[in-house]
């Protein structure tokens, strides 16, 4: 079993950006994607972004396309999500999970489909 590790959260100022990290420790190898998703309070968790380990194919949710950047240390066994013009609208806890490859990109922003989670960070952007 896979374990998950978010850090990188915090309050920000409108505009401002941040780097989350999610370290994966265990047995990451039958994990063939990794994915960022977030959850805003009284709202449903939603894809943020996923990222293939071995072609390094990512996904991204509309609403954070040319913002948002997921990336991939291998070394580290780490993946990244910058983000940056931050507003509002991107407070949330944002999660960390771990899946297998899928056959589809819509798959890939179903939180069904991915098999462990990290505990989440809080990104709060104040206006």
């Known amino acids: 079993q896979v374990q998950l590790l978010e850090s990188g959260g915090g309050l920000v100022q409108a505009g401002g950006s941040l780097r989350l990290s999610c370290e994966a420790s265990?047995?990451?190898?039958?994990?063939?994607?990794m994915a960022w998703f977030r959850q805003a309070p009284g709202k449903e968790r939603t894809f943020v972004a996923s990222i293939r380990w071995n072609v390094g194919t990512s996904y991204y949710a509309d609403a954070v396309l040319g913002r948002f950047t997921i990336s991939k240390d291998d070394a580290r066994n780490t993946v990244y999500l910058q983000l940056n013009s931050l507003n509002p609208e991107d407070t949330a806890v944002y999660y960390c999970a771990a899946g297998p490859p899928l056959a589809s990109r819509r798959a890939y922003y179903t939180s069904g489909n991915y098999r462990a989670w990290g505990q989440g960070t809080q990104v709060t952007v104040s206006s």
């Open positions: 265990g047995r990451a190898s039958p994990y063939g994607t």
